[in-house]
């Protein structure tokens, strides 16, 4: 376990068996929570002598090592003479303690308030390590202000939680003192005020409730000279019309929830490993609800990976990197950096995992390497996704399929002309999927197939796979959904004509709004001017001048430049320009090139581009994305030549 440190009071240490760890005196408890508040990072030793010393005495230096040295003494006994400090570490110019996340309770409380849904019983144990004022005989020093400050709030913000977690329980009753009391030590708070009053309503107080609200504006009026804020007044005003969503949560689906997480966080320990399991799990159903559920999931999925890693046992990491077999559609990452760390670490997993280790949690690595490395020019993707597709198939697993045949697709992009490929893909999907149950994956394959079909001109076919989409959507909460699916329809509208440049731009400015909050950067970025790009193209008109264009911005900048009467620039430009990267943009990307190539005359760019898009000559350009279209690739072909 290690030595433990507490700051949620006086300053304080203890070992392996929980005996105090003596500190001797003032200065050695001072060095400590001053490298403490630094949290790992050094502190100079300068700092150091600054902090400790209004007036610093000539031998200030020697005298912090001196101090250094006997805690290094007390909290590492065992240690050889001569052999490295492994805790309190001489780095550069200082000293930092390098405790375990979980060894300061400080620490540990900061991340049982904020690392999860309030729990009343996690939320309890917390403010149970409280043992006073944080850093409690270093109130008056500056180093130790700012910090102490910010946990105060802190654990004030707690007790409020807890608050909240009970009433969303049921538990009014019991949370009514807590409250009263935190009140009447924290009068300015107002959400306390506002907890109370409603704890109070809900155990059938009403005039109670009330008088507390009045009496929460008499104290801010006359004290602090503001009136309270909208939460307080509506709650006021909620109450004298009994408004029902005041009563206490009757919806049978919440209450079962809270309660079996208040039981699974009182009975799992919280350093079990199967928590890393089960919280990847959730972080799964987290992702496909959109906005911020899909944030929230990507950053903590990799702070579980990183957290199985540390635990070094290869099998429970390949669990926790596989479990998260989240349906991909889209082929630029929303995060790269992200995404190569997650590659990274399936790798390592892999290559540690024992020879008879499960052959099915080295699929799951597979695909998670196939769907990470999309987009990426090498080769690895697409041995790993066939590697988990043999042996997904050899075991005969259906969601092992599932997610090994989603690996198959981020990874079918090597050249253009692949629609038909994709299709092949999205239909097994849809299959396999709607014969055993794996809703997310079914609508993964009627997204493929709805890309797929629309780059070959079926629109029949792909309208079909866009209703089932919704259909299943609808049924199983899957907001994200309708994102492909309306801009699939403007894309559809404005592939069959009828509608003018203007109209068409109108309808992908509407569905670009949606954007800003579905979570999906890799998404977001540069679209909306590449679409209106698109529309433009078809219609023969001059490119956008002035925009954002992200990721596209090589293969629409000659245009931009042509647009703008910069011939040379435009073939300065188109000179030795990048091949697209392999995602479902790729042939788009190579019909604008085609386009500038003809019009500055560069027979060699225009070479490269009838030879990566001949394959695709019966295809609309783009419209394998879903998304845009520049319309036939054929009529692409005709101004390249032979």
């Not at 597979?366 to 597709?389: P, Q």
């Not at 997204?447 to 629309?454: E, S």
């Amino acid at each position: 376990m290690g030595d433990v440190f507490g700051v949620l009071g006086p300053v304080a240490a203890w070992n392996d068996e929980g005996e105090p760890i003596p500190l001797k005196g003032p200065r050695h408890r001072a060095v400590l929570a001053r490298l403490i508040v630094a949290r790992r990072r050094v502190v100079p030793v300068t700092r150091l002598v600054a902090d400790l010393w209004d007036d610093p005495p000539p031998d200030a230096v020697g005298a912090v090592r001196t101090f250094v040295a006997a805690l290094r003494r007390a909290l590492e006994p065992g240690r050889p003479p001569r052999a490295p400090a492994r805790l309190l570490v001489t780095e550069g110019p200082g000293y930092a303690l390098r405790a375990a996340p979980d060894a300061v309770d400080a620490w540990r409380f900061e991340q049982a308030v904020t690392g999860g849904p309030p729990e009343p019983a996690r939320l309890e144990e917390a403010l149970g390590w409280w043992r006073g004022p944080a850093y409690a005989e270093f109130a008056d020093e500056g180093w130790a202000r700012a910090e102490r400050a910010r946990l105060t709030e802190l654990r004030l913000h707690a007790v409020e939680l807890r608050a909240e977690a009970r009433l969303a329980l049921g538990r009014a009753a019991e949370t009514v003192p807590d409250l009263d009391s935190h009140v009447a030590e924290h009068p300015w708070r107002e959400d306390a005020w506002r907890l109370l009053a409603l704890a109070l309503y809900r155990t059938g107080r009403q005039g109670d409730a009330l008088a507390v609200l009045r009496r929460a504006r008499a104290l801010l009026v006359e004290q602090l000279g503001v009136d309270p804020g909208p939460r307080l007044r509506r709650l006021e005003s909620d109450i004298l019309r009994q408004d029902r969503g005041l009563a206490a949560p009757a919806d049978a689906t919440a209450r079962v929830w809270a309660q079996a997480a208040e039981a699974y966080d009182r009975t799992v320990g919280a350093g079990a490993r199967a928590r890393l399991e089960s919280t990847v799990g959730l972080l799964r159903n987290l992702a496909v609800t959109g906005g911020g559920g899909l944030e929230a999931a990507r950053d903590h999925r990799i702070a579980a990976v990183a957290a199985a890693e540390e635990l070094g046992d290869p099998e429970l990491t390949a669990r926790v990197i596989g479990a998260y077999d989240v349906p991909a559609i889209w082929t630029r990452s929303d995060d790269p950096e992200q995404a190569a760390r997650l590659a990274a670490a399936a790798e390592r997993t892999l290559a540690a995992l024992p020879p008879d280790g499960p052959e099915a949690a080295r699929a799951r690595l597979l695909a998670t390497i196939a769907v990470e490395s999309r987009g990426a020019r090498s080769s690895r993707g697409r041995e790993a996704a066939a590697e988990a597709e043999r042996i997904a198939r050899r075991l005969d697993d259906p969601a092992l399929l599932a997610f090994a045949l989603n690996g198959v697709f981020m990874q079918a992009f090597e050249r253009a002309g692949l629609a038909a490929y994709r299709d092949g893909i999205g239909a097994e999907l849809v299959a396999l999927s709607s014969r055993h149950g794996l809703v997310t994956f079914e609508v993964l394959g009627h997204l493929i197939r709805l890309q797929a079909r629309g780059a070959l001109g079926d629109f029949e076919a792909a309208d079909g796979h866009a209703s089932a989409a919704d259909r299943l959507a609808g049924r199983n909460e899957l907001p994200l959904v309708s994102v492909f699916t309306d801009w699939y329809r403007v894309l559809r509208a404005a592939a069959c004509g009828g509608g003018t440049a203007a109209e068409e731009e109108a309808a992908y400015r509407t569905v670009a709004a949606r954007l800003d909050d579905v979570g999906m950067p890799g998404l977001r970025g540069g679209l909306l001017p590449l679409a209106l790009l698109s529309v433009r193209v078809r219609h023969g008109l001059l490119a956008p001048v002035e925009a954002d264009w992200g990721p596209y911005e090589p293969w629409a900048r000659p245009l931009v430049l042509l647009a703008e009467e910069r011939g040379a620039e435009a073939a300065d430009a188109l000179h030795g320009i990048p091949n697209p990267p392999p995602d479902l943009l790729f042939e788009a990307m190579w019909c604008l090139t085609a386009r500038a190539a003809v019009a500055v005359g560069d027979g060699v760019t225009a070479a490269r581009a009838r030879r990566a898009l001949e394959p695709a000559a019966a295809e609309l350009a783009g419209a394998g994305s879903g998304l845009i279209t520049l319309g036939p690739v054929a009529g692409f072909l005709a101004e390249l030549g032979t």
